[in-house]
């Protein structure tokens, strides 16, 4: 199993930028898929961004398209999510976690080992 923790978050005012990390122990990362994703008060878990494993493919929701950029580091066994002009409804706990089955890059059923996340806070 992985362990993974999120690190990276804080409060920011519209236009900023924040870099989030997910570090991974337990068991390297380098061969898994990885997602990012965010939980807003009240409302589902959705998805942000993926990665494969090679960091050669990158997805995105249209929400965060040209704004968000997913990266990894598989000799840190770290992935990132820079965060670019962000706005008031960017505000969630941020998550991230290994694509552990097939199917579709943007369902939550297909991750594990999900992080405790790390809140993002932009103030408007």
């Known amino acids: 199993q992985v362990q993974l923790v999120e690190s990276g978050g804080g409060l920011v005012q519209t236009g900023g930028s924040l870099r989030l990390s997910c570090a991974a122990s337990g068991r390297t990362i380098s061969s898994y898929a990885m997602g990012w994703f965010r939980q807003a008060p009240g409302k589902e878990r959705e998805f942000v961004s993926a990665i494969s494993w090679s960091g050669d493919s990158t997805y995105y929701a249209d929400s965060v398209k040209g704004r968000f950029t997913i990266s990894r580091d598989n000799a840190k066994n770290t992935v990132y999510l820079q965060m670019n002009s962000l706005k008031p409804e960017d505000t969630a706990v941020y998550s991230c976690?290994?694509?552990?089955?097939?199917?579709?890059?943007?369902?939550?059923?297909?991750?594990?080992?999900w992080g405790q996340g790390t809140q993002v806070t932009v103030s408007s």
């Open positions: 976690a290994r694509k552990a089955r097939t199917g579709l890059t943007t369902s939550t059923t297909n991750y594990a080992d």
